[in-house]
C-alpha cells in the first residue's frame, strides 16, 4: 500500500471544494460583515463601476469632491472590468455584502431589480426633474423606478477617414448607404489596401448590432414581455452579412477577429491603425479617438433607410442604483444625486459614462468636452429626429446573449456553421437564458 | 502515558481483586486523559473549524444547492432532480466534458513520459543536479499560476514569441490560441510543461532501485532498452501509479490556464471550454448556482470513479515488490 496517500488527499482536493470554499467565504462574510459606518457619525458608502484606468482615476476625483462637499461621508471605490465586475457582484449580493451605490446596466437591471436587491429610487430624495425624457424612465420596472440613466449612448459605426485616404476609397454617405453598401465597402478597402488596412472589425460580438438589424427590418430583439421579437430569417441574414464580409476580406480572419475581440476597445482595428470601421458604443469614441490618434468618425449603421424604419435607438449608457441592502439610503441617495446634477461632477465625468442625462448638465459641459466627445454630442443631436423608439428593458439572463452571440460568431466566421444553423441555435440558446 | 500506568498494575492480581483496585486508578487516568484530550483538541481546534465551515459545510451546501434553483442573488428553491436531468440534454456541458476528456488523457501522458524522460537524464548523475533539479520543478510551481498563463497567451499570440521565431524561418504561423484547431493544443502544451512535480517524485524513486539488479542485468548482456522495460518500469510502477493519479485529478480540475488564455470564455467556439470552467460560468455568469452545484458533484463523482478504476486496474500492472 505504498501508494496508498494517493487515494485520500486528491479527493480532499476536488473542484467541488474550491467552489465550497467560494460558498463558505461568502457566507461567513454575509454574517461577519455588513457595511456600514463607524461609532463617530461618520457613514461609509461603497460605489461600484465597472471600466478602464481612466475611469479609475476621474471617478475618485469625482468622489473626492463630494465628500469636500459632504463632510462626514466616505465613498469607498470598488472598480473593476467589464468581464468580472458582474462576477464580483453577484456573489457580493449573494453574501449581502452588495456595494451600496451600484454602476447597473440595462442587460443587469431586471435581473437584481426583479430579485428586490435594488431599492426604488422614487422614495429617495434624488432630483430626476432635469433628466433627459428620453431616458428618464428607461430604469422603471413595473412602476419603480430601480436606476437613473447615467447618459445617453448610441451603437454606432467608427470611422477612420485617414484609413479610408490611404486605401483610396471614398467615405459613404451614412444617411442613404445600405447593408450592400457597407460591405461593398469594407471588402473594397481590404482588397484595395491589399489586406494593409481592414474594411471593417467583425460586427458579429455585440447583440445590439443585431438589434438595430432586426428594428430596421421592423422587428426587436425582445418583446415588452422579454420574448424574442425577431424572426429566424432576420437573424439568418445578419449572419450571412458576416460570412460575405468574411469570404470577401472586408474583415479580419477568423482567429484574427477572437484575439482583436479579446483586446476590447484598446485593440480595435482602429485602434491600432489597422482597419477603416467598427462598431461600438458613442461614448467609446474618444478613448478609441485617443488610442488611435487619429480624428475618428461617427457613422450611422448602415441599412437606416433601406428598410421599414429607422433601427438606431438611445440607450442608457449605464443606471446609477441604490443596493436594497444599504444601511444608509438617504446619503448614498445624495451621492446619486451629486453623480447625476451637480457641475462639479460632471464637468469631470463628461461623456464618459454617455453624454450626460440631465440636460441642464449636458448644455454646461458641452463647451468643455474633448474634440472626440464634441463629436458625440453632434452626432448624437443629429440622429435623435430619426430615433423612433426605445427598446423594452431586456429579459432577465440578458447579460448571458453577448456570450451566446459570440460564441455562435466565431462558429460562422471559422466556417463551422451556416447562418442558418446560427439563427436556429442563438435563438433556441437565449430562449434558454432568457426563459 | 495512561495505558502505561495501566501496565504497571501487578500482573499477578486476581481478576477479582484487580476490579475494585483498577476503578479508582482508572478514574484518575480518565480524567487525566480527558484533561490531554482537551488540550490535543484545543489544539486541533482551528483545523476543525476550519474543516467544518470552508470544507465540510459547503460540500454539503452545495449537495443540497444542487437540488435547487439558486440564482445567487434570491432564495434557492427546491426543484429536485432537475439540475441532474439537465445535463442529459446540455450540449455545451458534453462538449466540456469531451474537451476535458482530450486535455487529461493527452496531457496527463505526455507529461509523465517527458518527466520520466528528465528523471532518467538526471539519475544518470549530472553535475549540478540540484540544480537542474530547481530549474525543472520551477515551471511546476508557477504552471497554474495567472501570470504564467497570460504568458502563454501572449506568447502562443498571432504576434507572439513563438511566430516570431517561425517568420524568422519563413514560416507564417497560426494565432494558436485563437485558433479552435490549436487552441486546446497550447494548454496541453503548458500542462506538459509542468512537469517538475512528477519528476522530482521520479527522481526519489529511480534512487530507490538498487543498483546490483542493472549490474546483474549488464553482467547478463542485457541491453539498456531491456533494462528499461525490465527492471526500471517494473520497479518504479508505485510511483508511475501515484503520479499518474495525482496528475488525472489535477488535471480534470484545471481552471485558471483555461479561464486566462480564453478571456473567461472558454473559446474560441468553446474550444477551451473545460469543465470546471463552463461550471463557473453557469454558477457566476448565469447567475445558476443550483446547476454549477450539481456539476461539481458530477465532476466529483467522475474524479472519483477515475481514481476508483486507476486503484482497481493497479492490481494488474502495479508491482510493489513484496
Known amino acids: ?435 | 502515558m495512561s495505558t502505561v500506568l495501566q501496565h504497571r498494575q501487578p500482573a499477578g492480581s486476581a481478576a477479582t481483586a484487580a476490579a475494585p483496585a483498577k476503578k479508582p486508578s482508572t478514574k484518575q487516568g480518565d480524567s487525566r486523559q480527558r484533561r490531554e484530550s482537551l488540550v490535543a483538541y484545543g489544539f486541533l481546534a482551528p483545523w476543525f473549524i476550519g474543516l467544518g465551515f470552508i470544507t465540510i459545510g459547503p460540500i454539503l451546501a452545495s449537495l443540497y444547492f444542487s437540488f435547487t434553483d439558486y440564482s445567487l442573488i434570491g432564495d434557492p428553491e427546491w426543484v429536485g432532480l432537475e439540475n441532474y436531468q439537465r445535463m442529459l440534454t446540455d450540449e455545451r456541458l458534453h462538449n466540456s466534458l469531451a474537451v476535458t476528456f482530450q486535455y487529461v488523457f493527452v496531457s496527463v501522458p505526455l507529461q509523465l513520459a517527458l518527466a520520466l524522460a528528465l528523471a532518467m537524464v538526471l539519475d544518470r548523475g549530472v553535475r549540478g543536479l540540484a540544480l537542474y533539479r530547481s530549474i525543472y520543478y520551477l515551471p511546476s510551481l508557477l504552471g497554474g499560476s495567472v501570470a504564467i498563463a497570460i504568458l502563454w497567451r501572449q506568447v502562443f499570440g498571432a504576434n507572439g514569441l513563438i511566430n516570431q521565431v517561425l517568420a524568422f524561418f519563413g514560416i507564417q504561423g497560426e494565432g494558436w490560441v485563437s485558433n479552435p484547431d490549436y487552441a486546446l493544443g497550447t494548454l496541453i502544451i503548458l500542462n506538459v510543461w509542468t512537469f517538475g512535480a512528477p519528476m522530482v517524485i521520479f527522481l526519489a524513486g529511480l534512487r530507490q532501485i538498487p543498483r546490483m539488479y542493472y549490474e546483474a542485468a549488464s553482467v547478463d548482456g542485457a541491453s539498456p532498452a531491456r533494462r528499461f522495460f525490465s527492471i526500471t518500469v517494473p520497479l518504479l510502477t508505485p510511483i508511475i501509479f501515484f503520479n499518474l493519479v495525482l496528475q488525472m485529478i489535477n488535471a480534470f480540475q484545471t481552471f485558471t490556464q483555461a479561464f486566462i488564455v480564453s478571456g473567461g470564455t472558454g473559446g474560441p467556439t468553446d474550444s477551451t471550454l473545460f469543465y470546471t470552467l463552463y461550471l463557473y460560468q453557469r454558477g457566476f455568469g448565469s447567475f445558476d448556482m443550483g446547476y454549477a452545484s450539481a456539476m461539481a458533484w458530477l465532476l466529483l463523482m467522475i474524479i472519483g470513479g477515475f481514481t476508483v478504476v486507476n486503484f482497481l486496474a493497479s492490481k494488474y500492472w502495479v508491482f510493489y515488490g513484496d
Not at chain 1, 82 to 92: I, P, R
Open chain 1, 1 to 435: 500500500m505504498r501508494a496508498e496517500p494517493g487515494s485520500g488527499r486528491p479527493l480532499r482536493n476536488s473542484s467541488v471544494l474550491k467552489l465550497s470554499a467560494a460558498i463558505a467565504a461568502v457566507t461567513m462574510a454575509a454574517t461577519a460583515c455588513g457595511s456600514g459606518g463607524g461609532d463617530d457619525g461618520n457613514v461609509e458608502l461603497r460605489f461600484s463601476w465597472w471600466g478602464a484606468d481612466d475611469r479609475h482615476s476621474t471617478t475618485q476625483q469625482v468622489i473626492d469632491r463630494f465628500e469636500a462637499q459632504n463632510p462626514g461621508i466616505t465613498i469607498t471605490p470598488d472598480y473593476t472590468d467589464w468581464g468580472s465586475y458582474w462576477d464580483k457582484l453577484a456573489t457580493g449580493t449573494a453574501a449581502n455584502d452588495a456595494p451600496d451605490i451600484i454602476t447597473q446596466e440595462e442587460r443587469y437591471l431586471r435581473e437584481y431589480a426583479d430579485r428586490g436587491a435594488l431599492l426604488d429610487l422614487n422614495e429617495l430624495d434624488i432630483d430626476m426633474s432635469s433628466i433627459d425624457e428620453l431616458v428618464v424612465d428607461s430604469g422603471d420596472l413595473d412602476g419603480n423606478r430601480y436606476g437613473i440613466a447615467t447618459g445617453v449612448n448610441a451603437y454606432a459605426i467608427l470611422a477612420d477617414p485617414q484609413a479610408f485616404e490611404e486605401a483610396g476609397v471614398e467615405m459613404p454617405d451614412d444617411s442613404t448607404w445600405t447593408w450592400d453598401d457597407y460591405i461593398q465597402i469594407a471588402n473594397e478597402i481590404s482588397e484595395k489596401s491589399d489586406n494593409e488596412i481592414f474594411g471593417t472589425q467583425s460586427m458579429g460580438y455585440n447583440e445590439s448590432g443585431f438589434a438595430i438589424f432586426a428594428r430596421q427590418n421592423g422587428e426587436s430583439l425582445y418583446n415588452e414581455d422579454g420574448s424574442l421579437g425577431f424572426s429566424e430569417a432576420t437573424l439568418e441574414k445578419w449572419f450571412d452579412y458576416s460570412v460575405q464580409l468574411q469570404d470577401g476580406g472586408g474583415q479580419p480572419s477568423a482567429a484574427e477577429n477572437v484575439e482583436i475581440e479579446a483586446g476590447g476597445p484598446d485593440q480595435s482595428v482602429i485602434s491600432t491603425n489597422k482597419g477603416a470601421m467598427a462598431h461600438f458604443w458613442s461614448n467609446q469614441l474618444g478613448v478609441i479617438s485617443a488610442t488611435s490618434g487619429r480624428d475618428v468618425q461617427l457613422l450611422r449603421y448602415p441599412g437606416e433607410t433601406e428598410f421599414e424604419r429607422t433601427g438606431m435607438y438611445f440607450k442608457p449608457a449605464m443606471y446609477y442604483s441604490v443596493s436594497a441592502g444599504t444601511d444608509h439610503p438617504e446619503e448614498a441617495a445624495k451621492f446619486v444625486d451629486f453623480l447625476l446634477n451637480d457641475n462639479e461632477a460632471a464637468e469631470l465625468i463628461l461623456a464618459d459614462r454617455g453624454l450626460p442625462a440631465n440636460v441642464n448638465v449636458r448644455a454646461a459641459v458641452l463647451d468643455a468636452l474633448p474634440e472626440a466627445d464634441a463629436r458625440t454630442a453632434v452626432f448624437l443631436a443629429d440622429i435623435e429626429g430619426g430615433i423612433v423608439d426605445g427598446n423594452p428593458p431586456p429579459p432577465i439572463g440578458a447579460g448571458e446573449v453577448v456570450e451566446i452571440i459570440k460564441r455562435i460568431t466565431d462558429d460562422v466566421h471559422f466556417g463551422n456553421i451556416t447562418p442558418a444553423e446560427a439563427a436556429k441555435r442563438f435563438m433556441s440558446e437565449v430562449e434558454q437564458a432568457t426563459g
